[in-house]
């Protein structure tokens, strides 16, 4: 299993399209095998569902991703989690421990970066 986390440094990100980028996790039987950090290649409407499933993602966690997104994540038959806060690999952990859960919030408002999380 691949999970991608929207990355601020080592915390989760507030909002996916406007993270820093997708720090990506090789996860098999519940262990971490590594990672490998993806910058941000650019917010544009569409464009990161397909690219994240270019990269062969099956979970994004997020803080907080707009409801046309999610469902673009899920036509890329990537499951998303948002609502989450952070160290980006204790989440993962709690992921894939089945204790990490997605509040289902939706961003509907981008005035302001990295509001989207707080909900």
């Known amino acids: 299993m691949r999970i991608a986390v929207a990355s601020e440094e080592n915390k989760v990100s507030?909002?996916?399209?406007h993270c820093e980028g997708f720090t990506i996790y090789e996860v098999k039987?519940?262990?971490?095998?590594?990672?490998v950090f993806l910058d941000n290649p650019g917010h544009k409407p569409g464009f990161l569902p397909k690219y994240?499933?270019?990269?062969?993602?099956?979970?994004?966690?997020?803080?907080g991703m707009g409801e046309k997104a999610q469902?673009?994540?899920?036509?890329?038959?990537?499951?998303?989690?948002?609502?989450?806060?952070g160290n980006i690999e204790e989440a993962v952990k709690e992921?894939?421990?089945?204790?990490?859960?997605?509040t289902?919030?939706?961003c509907n408002?981008?005035?302001?970066?990295?509001?989207?999380?707080?909900h």
């Open 14 to 17: 507030g909002h996916f399209g």
């Open 29 to 35: 039987d519940r262990d971490i095998l590594g990672s």
């Open 52 to 63: 994240l499933g270019e990269q062969n993602v099956d979970v994004i966690i997020t803080g």
């Open 71 to 85: 469902a673009l994540f899920s036509e890329n038959n990537i499951k998303v989690v948002v609502g989450v806060q």
């Open 95 to 102: 992921y894939i421990s089945g204790n990490l859960k997605s």
């Open 104 to 106: 289902g919030s939706v």
């Open 109 to 118: 408002k981008h005035e302001h970066s990295g509001s989207c999380g707080n």
